[in-house]
């Protein structure tokens, strides 16, 4: 395992993350997903990702009890706030804030979270107040890092300039980012680097799509992803990943992969990890060897003719539209004006 450090002054990551956000709690008995995380530490993988509203704050629960007796200073432990939570003060409000964080050492059995994410971006919620309660939490010793998942590249700006005000860094965003979906490449990358803040991608094999899995024309495999219930066919159903034209480029990807020593899933993480702004990817699993088979993908070199071959075998399928980042997509869907036909 390789080990990078998260934006200019974040913590030191592995390349390849653990991830529980559909497993434990949710599609995994707890003997099956500590396996899972068992696996994931003896694969030299340090640096683990929950949040508090995967499977109602069970995923937390589990991961703390996975990693129990585990050299604390030896893992990143990585936790997001804001998203769900029932009525009362906005997501990110400070009020919200300082509950959930509680909320979440005592599920993970920590004095710390090394890194603390906003879950998507609160309009409800000045963003002064948000940062402010990132930043008091910092003093207090109860988060190291502070970071954003999903927000768009002026939102991020933004937060970043606050953050500096206030003593305290951005130091990443965890986007979704994979060969079919780019949404970051335009604006979000850009806007991050100049300000030394990493990438942290979740969903580098499409929600299983890019493992090959899938085939046009055909049902998707008893017990895949596509047909879970528990939000796995939720999430692959959003991003359109499973139409017949997007199948068939992936396909021919296959083919190509084919043609190396990896194989498909690993070179889908491993063209993620070619992206010098990936200071790491997260990979969930549903059972232990898939972890061992997949980071292999983090010593992968990828010459430039096989990603120009992947880009010509893809080619239209692939999502580049910076509108597209899940928190303009959500909010462009709440402001939607309802069609006649819906009225």
């Known amino acids: ?147 954003v998942s999903e927000w768009a590249a002026d939102e991020i700006e933004r937060a970043a300039e606050l953050a500096r005000e206030l003593g305290v860094e951005l130091v990443s965003n965890q986007p979704q980012y994979s060969m079919l979906w780019r949404v970051i490449e335009a604006e979000v990358v850009p806007a991050c680097a100049p300000l030394g803040i990493g990438q942290m991608v979740w969903s580098p094999l499409a929600g299983g799509v890019l493992t090959g899995k899938y085939k046009p024309g055909r049902q998707a495999p008893a017990g895949s992803r596509a047909v879970a219930a528990k939000g796995g066919d939720v999430s692959i159903q959003r991003y359109r990943f499973l139409s017949g034209e997007v199948l068939s480029a992936v396909g021919r990807v296959a083919e190509l992969a084919d ?41 992968a070199v990828l010459d430039p003719g096989l990603l120009a071959r992947i880009d010509a075998a893809l080619g239209p399928v692939v999502v580049t539209d910076p509108g597209l980042t899940l928190s303009r997509m959500l909010r462009a869907k709440a402001t939607a004006t309802p069609s006649p036909a819906t009225l």
């Not at 899933?265 to 200071?279: D, E, G, H, R, T």
């Open 1 to 147: 395992m390789e080990y990078r450090r998260l934006g200019a002054s974040g913590p030191v990551v592995s390349r390849v993350a653990f991830g529980n956000s559909l497993t434990a709690g949710n599609q995994l008995d707890d003997r099956a997903a500590s396996a899972c995380v068992r696996a994931a530490l003896d694969a030299g993988i340090t640096t683990f990702d929950t949040a508090d509203a995967y499977a109602e704050g069970r995923a937390e629960e589990h991961l703390g009890r996975a990693l129990a007796g585990v050299d604390r200073d030896a893992l990143v432990i990585c936790t997001k706030v804001g998203r769900g939570g029932g009525p009362g003060p906005g997501a990110l409000s400070r009020t919200r804030i300082a509950e959930s964080l509680d909320a979440s050492l005592r599920r993970l059995g920590t004095g710390h979270i090394d890194l603390y994410q906003a879950h998507l971006y609160d309009d409800s919620t000045p963003l002064e107040e948000t940062m402010g309660a990132f930043a008091d939490a910092v003093t207090a010793g109860k988060i190291r890092y502070v970071g």
């Open 259 to 299: 043609d190396t020593n990896l194989t498909m899933p690993q070179l889908a993480l491993a063209w993620v990890l070619q992206n010098a702004q990936a200071a790491t990817a997260i990979i969930g699993a549903s059972a232990p060897e898939q972890i061992g088979r997949n980071i292999a993908a983090a010593e």
